[in-house]
């Protein structure tokens, strides 16, 4: 119960819509959060990436979150577009700095903020 005014938040998979173009973004399958945080990449082609960090990961047990790439191309007509999970790289890889095997831990929010560094660098913040 609350004293006061309360408010109360409910967050849940909604498709992105561009009003402009009228094109519409959605997953490829039902995602948790999918929408919660979005970042433009400029770059050939343009890309919107997508944030969904209670999302299940096929590479991981639970739901570590994933972040999802749009390409972006001019239409004159509304479009749907489907936007792919990124695959992360093996922890073996420099893109992944610093992973451990069991990297990915569920509720651990993976997309949650998103930051464009350099043209071929992405920042992917997650929390536990």
């Known amino acids: 119960m ?20 009228r094109t519409v ?3 490829t399958s039902g995602e948790g959060y999918f929408g919660y945080t979005v970042l433009l990449k ?4 343009f890309e919107l990436l997508v944030g969904a960090p209670k999302a299940r990961m096929a590479a991981a047990r639970g739901r570590p979150g994933t972040l999802h790439r749009c390409t972006l191309a001019l239409a004159d007509a509304p479009v749907n577009v489907s936007c792919a999970a990124h695959v992360f790289s093996p922890p073996n ?7 451990k095997p069991n990297y990915f831990e569920d509720d651990m929010w993976l997309g949650a903020s998103l930051t464009d560094v350099t043209e071929d660098t992405l920042l992917v913040k997650y929390t536990s």
């Open 2 to 21: 609350c004293a006061g005014s309360c408010l109360a938040l409910f967050v849940e998979d909604v498709p992105l819509f561009h009003e402009k173009s």
């Open 25 to 27: 973004f959605r997953p």
């Open 42 to 45: 400029q770059g050939n082609p």
């Open 93 to 99: 890889k420099k893109h992944t700095y610093g992973a």
